[in-house]
């Protein structure tokens, strides 16, 4: 079980994972709040509350693993150990460090400032200096030359990824990373009853405040594992702490169960097609539901205040959106659905489709009986705002303006008193924040998916649909509410 830092998600955990697969079943969940996971309920502090979520995912999972963590993740493994010890076989601590309190206090004091999201967008700035400055500064705000890393700055994509992380976490980001700091204590490593190897990576930026380990008489189930400065010297000294301690770890059987009864409990799963595609599902599985499926650069999550308003509804992220991997093609897509529909017992659906939803909702209602299908904004789709990455991070005030602008004229990119919207849908900062994460989260495949779209069919869509429109000025066709959490009356009386 890997565990990574904040506010970063599973997914940094790539590389470790990918090392780590032709030896062992390995798994990274999101730490609560970061990632796709939910946060933890009530406002308990400290690192307790999340140890116990991992605690119970390990034994829900009936497992007793070796635990690998990184800096936070070190920190949530340490508590987890001496607290539930029997759950577990043994750990591997990365990048866990010593701060004396005059140290923890000076870096904590300024290294959490609030990120909401504000009109301006200068909350992306914010955003962007934070993942920037962590390759060049230790801690991050002190730009002195005292604070100065000699770390090569990560690549575009990588810088983006973490981006997306930090986003995602949203205004509680702190609340396991700044416990992870207070935990930071040689003290409070002594007392783990477990099999433990701590790497020593020179390459660390946490290295100066890791000398402290080296003058502790550590008891003999607790042993440091130096290594070299390099990532693939690093790398070695993971596996190598691993090999040493599977010697006693019991083989494990997947009690994963599959991803019907996984959706129909947790009303949340993924459906994995092959290595590396797979689709997320959300909703409530019932008879004859009804699909939700989204728009370009969009993700199920834009339905979220329907799934909360108790009607039969299914939403899916579509390949290469939100939570989904896969190929970014309307076919693909609706064999996809169609697998997962057959696993789920449905053999008869309604569908709102905005977008593309609506082009693979008319192609999946080739496939599979569609009682009713309501389409909304069943247009082609206008020009794509820029979205590759550069290192001064202004694509993103331009992307968050081209949101702002796409409320306000249509298209988006043609700033004129004839292409304004005469009922303009004016989202809050925080509403335009989400748009902003998914449409960052899908940038990979939305050229392909605009280049299918513009060459689409889309009078296929009006012979089948209900056509109806949101941010489009269409005045012959239904009009949607423009906030989507009012759709619900709409949905349930054009979908009987």
């Known amino acids: 079980v890997l565990l990574h830092p904040s506010p970063m998600s599973a997914n940094f955990m790539r590389p470790v994972m990918t090392a780590l697969a032709h030896r062992a079943y390995v798994i990274a969940p999101d730490t609560p709040g970061y990632g796709e996971s939910d946060a933890l309920a009530g406002e308990e502090g400290g690192l307790a509350p999340f140890a116990a979520a991992l605690a119970d995912l390990i034994r829900a999972l009936g497992m007793k693993p070796i635990v690998y963590g990184s800096s936070t993740g070190a920190q949530i493994a340490i508590e987890l150990a001496k607290a539930h010890s029997g759950c577990l076989t043994g750990l591997v601590l990365d990048n866990a460090a010593h701060f004396e309190d005059a140290e923890r206090e000076h870096i904590v004091s300024r290294y959490f400032p609030s990120r909401s999201p504000v009109s301006d967008g200068s909350h992306l700035a914010a955003h962007w200096l934070g993942v920037r400055n962590l390759y060049a500064f230790f801690p991050w705000f002190d730009e002195s030359s005292s604070a100065r890393l000699t770390a090569s700055v990560a690549p575009l994509e990588v810088l983006q990824a973490q981006l997306i992380d930090s986003l995602r976490a949203g205004d509680d980001y702190d609340r396991a990373y700044r416990a992870a700091f207070?935990?930071?204590?040689?003290?409070?490593?002594?007392?783990?009853?477990?099999?433990?190897?701590?790497?020593?990576?020179?390459?660390s930026m946490l290295w100066p405040w890791m000398q402290a380990f080296d003058s502790v008489d550590w008891p003999k189930h607790i042993q440091l594992c130096p290594c070299g400065p390099s990532l693939d010297e690093r790398m070695q000294a993971i596996l190598a702490a691993f090999d040493d301690l599977a010697s006693s770890a019991s083989p494990y059987e997947s009690a994963v169960s599959d991803f019907a009864t996984r959706l129909r409990e947790s009303g949340a799963a993924w459906s994995a097609l092959d290595e590396q595609q797979a689709l997320r599902w959300r909703g409530q599985v019932s008879e004859k539901p009804t699909l939700l499926l989204h728009d370009l650069g969009a993700s199920s999550h834009c339905f979220a205040d329907l799934h909360k308003g108790g009607l039969p509804v299914l939403s899916v992220d579509l390949p290469g959106h939100g939570g989904s991997a896969g190929s970014p093609a309307i076919t693909w897509a609706v064999e996809c659905i169609l697998a997962n529909l057959k696993a789920l017992g449905v053999d008869e659906l309604s569908l709102v489709g905005v977008g593309l939803g609506a082009a693979v909702g008319a192609e999946l209602s080739k496939h599979i009986p569609?009682?009713?299908?309501?389409?909304?904004?069943?247009?082609?789709?206008?020009?794509?705002?820029?979205?590759?990455?550069?290192?001064?991070?202004?694509?993103?005030?331009?992307?968050?303006?081209?949101?702002?602008?796409?409320?306000?004229?249509?298209?988006?990119?043609?700033?004129?008193?004839?292409?304004?919207?005469?009922?303009?849908?004016?989202?809050?900062?925080?509403?335009?924040?989400v748009e902003l994460l998914d449409m960052l989260t899908s940038a990979a495949s939305l050229k392909s998916w605009h280049q299918e779209l513009s060459t689409f069919d889309w009078t296929q869509v009006s012979s089948v649909a209900r056509m109806?429109?949101?941010?489009?000025?269409?005045?012959?066709?239904?009009?949607?509410?423009?906030?989507?959490?009012?759709?619900?009356?709409y949905v349930a009386r054009e979908l009987p």
């Open 182 to 203: 207070e935990n930071e204590r040689v003290e409070n490593v002594l007392p783990i009853p477990l099999p433990t190897r701590i790497i020593r990576w020179p390459g």
């Open 468 to 489: 109806a429109t949101w941010r489009t000025p269409a005045s012959d066709v239904l009009r949607m509410p423009q906030e989507v959490r009012l759709w619900a009356d």
């Open 370 to 433: 569609v009682s009713k299908l309501l389409a909304v904004d069943a247009v082609s789709p206008a020009d794509l705002p820029d979205l590759q990455p550069d290192f001064g991070g202004g694509y993103l005030q331009e992307l968050w303006y081209a949101l702002k602008d796409r409320c306000l004229y249509y298209p988006w990119n043609k700033r004129s008193s004839q292409n304004c919207l005469k009922e303009p849908l004016l989202l809050s900062p925080q509403q335009l924040s």
